[in-house]
Each structure stands twice: as structure tokens, then as C-alpha cells.
């Protein structure tokens, strides 16, 4: 199962500082579930996974089913929320050299809509030129700036390559049930279109179609992360003892450490299909906690390449962080660090070791050295990257965060700061109806 070991947080915070949560956290998760807290019209995701039918993954599957019949390449188009928790999944399961490697009849996953870059979307389009492509338009309010241009030119490009009809298949469109120009434009080209729930927020929505089309459509298995996740809603619900709800036990650990001072929480991995997952990680807890003036600052590190950059800082920087590691206990291939007769570069004594071995002493060797240099470690353990296990531990982060938002007494569901730079952005662009917001800002910056 999935593991949280905080025995190596307890030389910085006492155990019984921990354990004073307990009350609180019962409160967390009972307002969760009763939806008394702030922002309960958001915590839809809550029993999602236990709830989400059969009839619903097999609908995905059989959308997913059209678009790998008929594209080689599926473009996602979408930005946070509606984008983070589809790479994450995908990103942990494909092979590391996935463009250029065999994919057994799956179609390429590509993302675009994430970023506002001409020349990301000019050479986007460049490669598309010979591609028999699908878009997949992910946007909850359906009016999302980054989304809605590359979705603009995704779709002329579609139907001028592909020609109308084809575009009708090979687009689809998950956006929310009524509002929206994604859902009006869906309605009026007659695209295939899946519903994101009104009461699930973007960073806590990988477990509806926003996730999971995009994951079946890249032939990852979405019964098994539901699954996953359904196991983990049990394991950490309101009649689970305090100690053994892992969920429970992190968001106390993360929050007795902020109040002693440990502002910064670095997510770190072993493992570098593990990447994309720390992104949405860090935007789960990011954009769920930093508010109100408040909040641990989510950051990543991918090990041990990062050791190589941000080891020295980690080790003696400013005392304000703490690591929590995701190890993946076993790998999926075996490879050993062949013998060398002349062993010139001195590596024989690891000679006949797994990589993975090695690897793992470099994850110990480093714990035992950051905790030693003052860095509280957190220590999550998942049995190995599969579908399951990836739904337990998506599963465990969402209801970690919503109880730690709790706790630290903000509303984990909303997220009112990201509107100001749309305000200035649609104010400097002269959009309709930002009329007054433009003039002020174009007078201070002296246009
Ligand atoms: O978590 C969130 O709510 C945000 O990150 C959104 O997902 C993101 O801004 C994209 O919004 P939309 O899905 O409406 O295009």
C-alpha cells in the first residue's frame, strides 16, 4: 500500500505537535464529507471515484477508441487543471523516449494551450502538417485565453487537413455542461463533448473525463486508477483512526512543520517519469493553499539529476524546507551494471547490481544526509508505477490537500489570485468591455 513515513520529520517536530491535529483533522474531514467547510460547492472529487459507473468509462472508451482508430497523433488542449493531471498520468507510464520510440499501436500524445507561444504553436503545426491528428479541447469555463487560441487554430488546421467530417470524429470537447464558447462550439459543430462536474474544481478533476480521455485515448487503463483511487477515498474516510489515514498523517506532518517555520515543501522523485507529476502537485497544493497571505510553497526536484543543481542549496541553504519523496519501490525492467574487465572508471564493486540498487542508495544516502543538514524528510512510499497505485497516491495528494487547507484555515477551492493577470492582460490587449481597466493601466506604464 501506499506508505507515509514521518520518522524522519521527528528531530525537527515533536510527535506529540502532531498528534495535537488529530482533533482538527477529524473536523477537516468531516466538514469534507458533510460539505460544511469553505468552498463545499467544490468537493465534488471527494466520491468521485467510488461513484464514477461503468456506463461513463465505457463511454470514454469507446470516444477513446474512435480517436486512436483514426489519428496517430491526439493533441490536448487544455492549461492547469484541465491539463496537469492527463500529462502527470501519461507522462508516468509511457517509455522515456516515447516520440521516437514504438508505441504498439498507441497514437502520440501531444499538449498545446498550456502556454501562450507562437513559436511553440507555429512548430506545432509545422509537425502536425504530416500527422493524421485529433484535438481533445479541455476547459471547464470553456474561456480560458491560452486554451481557446490554440484550440482556434488546432481546429482550422484539423478540418483543413482532415476535412470537415473527419474533424467532427477526431475533435472532442470536455468542458462544462451548459456554459461556455467550448460548449458552444461543440454544439454547434456537433462534436462528441464529456461533462466536467459543476461541483469539481480544475487541479482536483484528473479523475473525470478531463483525465481520463486523454489517459485511455494514450492506452493507459482507467478502470484500474479509478479503481486505485476508490481504495484510497476508503482508506482515509471519516472512520479511519487518525494514525492510520495517510492522508490524515501528511497534512498534519506538512502543517506542524509550517508552523515551525519550514515554508517551502520540496516534492522530490527518484524517478524522472515522475516529473509531470510534481507539476500537478504543485499546483494541487499551490493553488489550493497559497492564500489569504498563507501557505507552504510547493516546489519539485527531479533526483538525482537535481542533485547535480539544486543539491548544493537544498543541503545548506536557508533552513525553511522540507523534502517529501515519492519513491517507487520497484521498477518495471531489470538492467545491471555490467563487469568490465579493465574497470578503469573504478565502477566494478557495483558490478552485477540493478540500477535500481544503486538509485535506491542514492535516495537513502541522500535522506540521511539532508536530514543530517537540517531538512525534515517525509517519505512516501508507492509500490510502483501502475494504474492502481498512481490512483491510490493521486487519490491520498487531493485529500491530504483538502484536509491541510483546513487546517491552515483557508478555502483549498477556490483560487481568486489568478484572475489579476487576465484583468491586466485583456486590459493591455484592448479587449471589449475592458474599457476602464485599460485606460488605468495604460496610463501607468506612461502609453
Ligand atoms: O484549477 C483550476 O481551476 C485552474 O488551474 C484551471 O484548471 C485552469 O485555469 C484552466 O481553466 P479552464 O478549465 O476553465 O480552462
Excluded at 506529540?16 to 467544490?42: C, H, M, N, W, Y
Excluded at 487554430?153 to 475533435?171: D, S, T, W, Y
Excluded at 542514492?362 to 536530514?371: P, S
Aim: a negative charge; charged letters at 25%; proline letters at 4%.
Amino acid at each position: 500500500m501506499i506508505g507515509v513515513d514521518i520518522s524522519q520529520i521527528l528531530g525537527f517536530v515533536p510527535q506529540d505537535r502532531i498528534d495535537a491535529f488529530e482533533p482538527r483533522v477529524r473536523d477537516a474531514i468531516e466538514q469534507l464529507e458533510k460539505g460544511t467547510g469553505p468552498g463545499s460547492d467544490f468537493t465534488g472529487w471527494l466520491d468521485l471515484a467510488s461513484k464514477t459507473g461503468r456506463a461513463l468509462l465505457d463511454e470514454i472508451k469507446g470516444v477513446a477508441k474512435i480517436l486512436r482508430d483514426n489519428c496517430d497523433t491526439v493533441v490536448v488542449a487544455g492549461i492547469g487543471g484541465s491539463y496537469l493531471g492527463s500529462r502527470a498520468v501519461i507522462e508516468a507510464f509511457q517509455n522515456s523516449f516515447s516520440q521516437l520510440s514504438d508505441k504498439g499501436g498507441n497514437p502520440v500524445i501531444l499538449f498545446a494551450g498550456q502556454n501562450i507561444s507562437e513559436d511553440y504553436l507555429f512548430e506545432l503545426g509545422e509537425l502536425l502538417k504530416t500527422r493524421r491528428f485529433g484535438v481533445i479541447n479541455i476547459s471547464k469555463s470553456g474561456t480560458t485565453t491560452e486554451t481557446a487560441i490554440a484550440f482556434r487554430v488546432l481546429k482550422k488546421q484539423c478540418e483543413q487537413q482532415r476535412g470537415v467530417e473527419m474533424a467532427r470524429k477526431v475533435i472532442v470537447t470536455v468542458t462544462d455542461a451548459e456554459k461556455g464558447v467550448a460548449r458552444a462550439t461543440a454544439t454547434k459543430e456537433g462534436y462528441r463533448t464529456f461533462v466536467i462536474p459543476d461541483n469539481v474544481g480544475g487541479r482536483y478533476s484528473v479523475l473525470t473525463p478531463v483525465g481520463l480521455l486523454p489517459i485511455a485515448v494514450a492506452g493507459y487503463d482507467i478502470d484500474k486508477l479509478v479503481e486505485g483511487a476508490a481504495a484510497m477515498e476508503s482508506l482515509t474516510s471519516s472512520n479511519v483512526p487518525f494514525s492510520k489515514n495517510p492522508s490524515a498523517v501528511y497534512a498534519s506532518a506538512r502543517n506542524a512543520l509550517y508552523q515551525s517555520g519550514k515554508k517551502i515543501e520540496i516534492l522530490v522523485n527518484f524517478c524522472p517519469k515522475l516529473h509531470f507529476f510534481s507539476e500537478w502537485w504543485k499546483q494541487l497544493f499551490g493553488e489550493s493553499e497559497g492564500k489569504d497571505g498563507k501557505g507552504i510553497y510547493p516546489s519539485s526536484v527531479d533526483f538525482s539529476t537535481d542533485l547535480h543543481s539544486m543539491g548544493q542549496w537544498i543541503q545548506q541553504g536557508e533552513r525553511i524546507i522540507f523534502e517529501t519523496v515519492i519513491s517507487v519501490e520497484n521498477v518495471r525492467h531489470s538492467y545491471l551494471v555490467p563487469f568490465d574487465d579493465e574497470n578503469l572508471d573504478g565502477l566494478n564493486f557495483m558490478a552485477g547490481k540493478h540500477v535500481d540498487q544503486v538509485n535506491k542508495m542514492a535516495e537513502l544516502g541522500t535522506r540521511i544526509a539532508h536530514v543530517d543538514g537540517g531538512v525534515p524528510n517525509i517519505r512516501i512510499s508507492v509500490p510502483e508505477l501502475n494504474e492502481y497505485w498512481l490512483g491510490q497516491l493521486i487519490y491520498f495528494f487531493e485529500k491530504a490537500c483538502g484536509i491541510s487547507g483546513y487546517l491552515l484555515g483557508v478555502n483549498p477551492f477556490n483560487q481568486p489570485g489568478v484572475e489579476e493577470y487576465k484583468k491586466n492582460m485583456f486590459a493591455l490587449l484592448g479587449k471589449p468591455g475592458y474599457e476602464t481597466e485599460s485606460e488605468a493601466i495604460l496610463s501607468r506604464i506612461g502609453k
